[in-house]
C-alpha cells in the first residue's frame, strides 16, 4: 500500500470532532489529553487524533481503527499491526500519513517575523530564503519521524540535503496557505493524497525527491519493517 497523506485545516478537523471523546481515545491518548491544560492545546491534540483515526480507516477499510501511543509518542494501531502512523502540525494546520511501510511525515506553515536568518545560523545551513530553509527542516523533521535510532538528533543536525531522483525525501509546496510538507518513504512509493472530507482539494506544487548528501548507512536510512 502506497503511503495515504492527508492536511486539513483544525477548523475542518473541529467541525468533525465527536463531542465526548473518551469514547473514541484509548487510554493511554487520554491521559496524554488529561495532561495538556490549555483548551487550544487539548483541542489540538484531540484535532491530530481524530485525524490519523480519520485517514487510517479510509486507507485501511476499517472504520475508525483503535490507536495507541507508547510511552515516546508514537502512534500505533494493535488491530492493524502492519500500517505505520505519522503526524504533524503546524499553527492550524494538521498533516498525517499511514502506510505498511516506515514513513515520517511533517508539515509547516511560515510565521510572521520569523528570523529565518537566526535559525539557519544555528542549524550550520547557507541558505536563509524561506523555501530553502523549510525544505531543509521538514525533510529533516520527516526523516527524524521515521523511526527512532541511536544518535538520529544529534545525527538530524549534520544532513544536507541533495536533489535525488531515487530519493526518499519528497517535498510539496501549497501556495495559496504557504504550506511545506515533506514525506521520508520508502523511494519506490507513490504518496496519495485525501482530501479530508468536506474540505477542497489542496494543489501541491510537487518540489521533487531528495536525499542526504552522504553516504553514510546511518543517514540514508533502511526501512526495514
Request: hydrophobic fraction near 45%; aromatic fraction near 8%; proline fraction near 12%.
Amino acid at each position: 500500500m502506497n503511503p495515504q497523506i492527508c492536511v486539513a485545516p483544525l477548523a475542518a478537523l473541529q467541525a468533525d470532532l465527536p463531542e465526548c471523546p473518551e469514547a473514541w481515545l484509548a487510554r493511554s491518548e487520554a491521559a496524554r489529553l488529561q495532561a495538556f491544560s490549555l483548551p487550544a492545546r487539548r483541542q489540538r491534540y484531540l484535532a491530530g487524533r481524530w485525524l490519523l483515526r480519520r485517514l487510517l480507516g479510509a486507507a485501511s477499510g476499517q472504520a475508525l481503527p483503535q490507536l495507541e501511543q507508547d510511552a515516546e509518542g508514537r502512534s500505533l494501531c494493535p488491530t492493524l499491526p502492519p500500517w505505520r502512523l505519522s503526524l504533524s502540525h503546524s499553527g492550524d494546520w494538521f498533516a498525517a500519513a499511514v502506510a505498511e511501510e516506515a514513513l515520517g511525515i511533517d508539515i509547516e506553515q511560515p510565521r510572521p517575523g520569523r528570523d529565518l536568518a537566526a535559525l539557519a545560523s544555528g542549524l550550520g545551513l547557507p541558505d536563509a530564503q524561506a523555501p530553502a530553509f523549510y525544505r531543509h527542516w521538514t525533510l529533516g523533521e520527516a526523516w527524524l519521524k521515521q523511526g527512532p535510532g541511536p544518535g538520529l538528533l544529534a545525527a538530524q543536525r549534520q544532513l544536507r540535503w541533495v536533489p535525488d531522483p531515487q530519493g526518499a525525501g519528497r517535498c510539496w509546496h501549497q501556495p495559496a496557505h504557504d504550506l511545506h510538507l515533506a514525506l521520508w518513504a520508502p523511494p519506490q512509493a507513490v504518496p496519495r493524497f485525501w482530501p479530508y472530507p468536506g474540505t477542497a482539494p489542496l494543489a501541491w506544487a510537487d518540489q521533487g525527491r531528495w536525499g542526504p548528501a552522504s553516504d553514510d548507512p546511518a543517514l540514508n536510512r533502511s526501512f526495514s519493517p
